[in-house]
């Protein structure tokens, strides 16, 4: 199954997500993945949630050979809403929710991690938005909860990626340790967390989330709103084409013309 889900006896549920060959989930996978984190926390059982992934790299964002082998515009639409809902479903779990990111996390999956409590990593695990190079805006929200402001703006404008090691530095990913070590590292942060009183944790995310200064589920919807214009303008679909033709970013646009036929 590519969205499997186990519980220990200790309440610690752990999502594992594996799309060959490098995590790309299409769209339906994000609502699904969505579900099962929400069905995890709303288990008053359930103490702590890890949410893992198998394979080369933790995430690699949305389908995009989906999307431009489908006609029309539902898996674009069903893209956006379904990153929208699993986003979500890390952010308002019920229980604190641990990744752990083993190689590449990128895309959707700065969302996920952006969104979650507590982040372990391999030594081998880097971060990054390669959006613009994919003629899409999305999850700047998130990356900037990773990283300082304007380290986020550079990341975000050269699609170039941040190591594990450098948000362990910025405070941002709590360890770093290698990759054959990475699950037993997150099982020992979820095992602290889940011998407190669950009903305290529960009101503790609770209260977290509500004095967060920044309403990530609105911004990130904003976001989309880009994306939806460049689509419309047909800017992101040469970009896309470009990636599952070449798998290289489309060359520069030199011409100085904004996506809406003006001028910049």
């Known amino acids: 199954m590519p969205i499997t ?3 220990s006896e200790t309440g610690i549920v752990t999502v594992t997500v594996d799309y060959p060959p490098v995590n790309a989930l299409p769209s339906a996978a994000w609502f699904e993945l969505g579900d099962a984190i929400t069905a995890a ?42 990153c929208a809902a699993a986003f979500a479903a890390v952010y308002d779990c019920a229980v604190p929710v641990v990744v752990a990111v083993n190689g590449f996390c990128v895309g959707g999956g700065i969302g996920l991690v952006g969104n979650a409590d507590v982040i372990v990593a391999s030594d081998d695990a880097v971060f990054g938005l390669p959006e613009v190079d994919r003629g899409a805006l999305g999850a700047a929200t998130h990356l900037a ?7 986020m703006r550079t990341l975000y404008f050269t699609a170039k990626n941040v190591t594990a090691q450098q948000l362990e530095h910025f405070g941002s990913v709590y360890r770093v340790v290698p990759r054959e070590q990475l699950l037993d590292a997150a099982l020992e942060v979820a095992e602290a967390i889940a011998a407190k009183d669950t009903r305290v944790i529960r009101a503790a995310k609770e209260a977290i989330n509500n004095i967060d200064p920044v309403d990530v589920k609105a911004s990130y919807r ?26 290289k970013p489309l060359a520069a646009n030199t011409s100085g013309s904004t996506p809406d036929g003006g001028h910049a």
Do not use: C, W
């Open 5 to 7: 889900t186990t519980r």
């Open 41 to 82: 926390g709303a288990d008053p059982t359930t103490h702590v949630v890890i949410l893992r992934a198998e394979g080369r790299g933790f995430n690699a964002g949305v389908d995009i050979k989906e999307m431009q082998a489908t006609d029309g515009f539902d898996a674009l639409i069903g893209a956006n809403r379904g």
């Open 145 to 151: 909860r990773l990283v300082p402001q304007h380290m």
């Open 222 to 247: 904003l976001e989309q709103g880009y994306t939806f214009e460049l689509n419309l303008a047909g800017v992101a679909d040469e970009h896309r084409d470009a990636f599952v033709s070449t798998g």
